[in-house]
């Protein structure tokens, strides 16, 4: 991810369920957290605005 790219205007679509979670560590390091919560979990925290969105997502479905 270049630095300053509005993490909202990304199309993560085409990548693989490894550089998919990359580009997620990316972006949460450029613009607020990435925090891995165990083997199968992460949490991505994006600093913008204020509205609260919460998703569950497996990386199958994504």
């Known amino acids: 991810m270049q630095d300053g790219t509005d993490p909202y ?3 993560l679509s085409e ?3 490894a550089q998919w ?3 997620m560590r990316e972006i ?3 613009f607020g957290f990435f ?3 165990g083997p199968r979990h992460n949490a991505v925290f994006v ?3 204020d509205t609260l969105l919460v998703s569950f997502e ?3 479905a994504i």
């Open 15 to 17: 990548l693989s369920p």
């Open 58 to 60: 497996s990386l199958p």
């Open 47 to 49: 600093e913008k605005g």
């Open 21 to 23: 979670l990359e580009e």
């Open 28 to 30: 949460g390091e450029s």
């Open 35 to 37: 925090e891995p919560l």
């Open 9 to 11: 205007t990304l199309s």
